[in-house]
């Protein structure tokens, strides 16, 4: 994948979590920020996520509060950010835990590149 194929979407899965999160956990969020190319999402009971797009490796790292570091690198077979040392891929996991902190259900769906 080449850098601006990388930012372009990496850039639009950012706003695109930024957006839905936004929209389904009002009530849970103190806070979330997407600032160039780091979405960081404060909840209400104190956890802090940061979501950040790393050019280098082409990856996207999330720091979890509650599954600790990890890294996904875009798969276009699936279309999905893919782990990059096994486990769900970034949008189940970050839904699945956002969801579990919450108590709401939350199904985030990854972003299908335009043509």
Known sequence: MDDSTF?????ATLRELMAAIEA???????????????LTIE?????TYVIN?????????????R????HFAYDAASG???PTR?????HARLGAELAAASGRPLLLAPVKPAG
Do not use: C, N
């Open 7 to 11: 930012d372009r979407l990496a850039s």
């Open 80 to 82: 999905e950010w893919q």
């Open 67 to 70: 599954s600790g570091a990890a």
């Open 86 to 90: 096994g486990g769900d891929p970034l």
């Open 43 to 47: 909840l209400a009971d104190g956890g």
């Open 53 to 65: 797009k790393h050019a280098a490796s082409k990856e996207i790292w999330l720091s979890s509060p």
């Open 24 to 38: 389904a956990l009002p009530d849970e969020l103190e806070d979330i920020d997407l600032q160039g190319s780091v």
